[in-house]
């Protein structure tokens, strides 16, 4: 007879963690796994990674959900490798092979490369690969395609800001194709590869695919669920970022606390403040994220809100957080 099974006790997390997703793992089977370990009660991600891709994922926790649709236009950067002279029907190795050629040594030289990245810097049209995420009609079109059906998808306007592109051939022990790419959101880094590959003369698909950067989040500061899972339970929400690590593109506004609790109301405020888009907006006392806003015309009007229970809990979280990191540190004198 199975043991039932312990319920978990749920609390409120505020915070984004920075997550180094694993390969084979889909984004939301991660999510759900760093929801499980922080015992939270709100989670949600800025975007997914394909279960064969590895990297940067961001994980948004409670008041930090309300932000993460900000973070979905941030450019990203890939690192892929791509194996040449064979194409697969998925893009990548999941699928299968669907063509093999010869590749011509010459596809390779630093000419060949210089001139194929040429093509493929700036602003590019790329058709959405059948094996996406992508819905017709209200359904996916991977979907389409594990039933054997291939449907009409327009091309989409992309931009590759950065690309370099190495043989690595002799390391791989194959003939393969380093890919590094810095893209506008929407980019598919298969088709992308595919893409290559069919300007080299010989097609290709995606071996490997990692994500070492996000809008301003790179993989030197992910942490990965093993590291997540081997701290001690009290120690990590020590592993979040603040709410306010989505919002460091925007104008900061203090206000006092009076106007403060107004602005929580929604209420618009008055004040000398230049127009801009978009506006953070903390308390001076306690110091603490309030929301998110615009300024227009000597005006700030409210857009975002946290709750006041929301700040509540943040600041309790970050007194224990502190204060259990103070803990440590004295024990270790």
């Known amino acids: ?11 409120p997390v505020h915070g ?3 997550l180094d997703k ?18 939270a009660e709100k989670a949600g991600h800025t975007g997914t990674l394909d279960p064969l891709a590895t990297g940067v994922l961001p994980l948004c926790f409670g008041a930090a959900t309300k932000f993460s649709q900000l973070h979905l236009d941030a450019d990203k950067t890939y690192v892929a490798v791509a194996r040449l002279g064979q194409r697969s029907s998925t893009g990548d190795r999941e699928g299968d092979i669907i063509e093999t050629r010869e590749v011509d040594p010459a596809c390779l030289s630093p000419e060949s490369l210089a001139a194929v990245r040429e093509r493929f810097l700036g602003p590019i049209r790329q058709v959405p690969p059948m094996h996406s995420a992508l819905k017709k009609d209200g359904k996916a079109l991977y979907e389409y395609a594990r039933e054997g059906i291939d449907v009409e998808r327009p091309a989409r306007d992309v931009t590759i800001f950065e690309l370099q592109l190495t043989d690595v051939s002799a390391e791989q022990g194959f003939p393969a194709l380093r890919i590094e790419v810095r893209c506008s959101k929407g980019t598919y880094i298969r088709t992308l590869g595919e893409d290559i590959g069919q300007a080299l003369g010989c097609g290709a698909y995606l071996v490997s695919l990692r994500r070492t950067v996000t809008g301003d989040f790179d993989q030197s500061r992910c942490v990965s669920l093993e590291a997540l899972e081997a701290l001690p339970e009290g120690e990590r929400l020590a592993s979040l970022m603040p709410v306010q ?5 925007h104008t900061r506004v203090t206000l006092d606390s009076q106007n403060a609790g107004r602005f929580l109301s929604g209420m618009r405020r008055r004040g000398a403040w230049a127009d801009a888009k978009a506006v953070a907006v903390f308390g001076d006392e306690p110091p603490a994220l309030l929301g998110v806003g615009h300024t227009l015309a000597g ?3 409210p857009e975002r809100l946290l709750s006041p229970i929301e700040i509540q809990q943040i600041l309790e979280n970050m007194e224990r957080t502190h204060g259990s990191e103070g803990n440590r540190t004295e024990e270790t004198k």
Do not use: F
């Open 299 to 301: 005006e700030l009007i």
């Open 16 to 18: 984004v963690l920075l």
């Open 1 to 11: 007879m199975n043991a039932p099974r312990t319920r978990v006790q749920r609390r």
């Open 245 to 249: 690590t989505l919002l460091t593109h």
């Open 22 to 39: 694993p390969l084979g793992l889909s984004s939301n089977n991660a999510l759900q796994k760093a929801k499980w370990l922080l015992r």
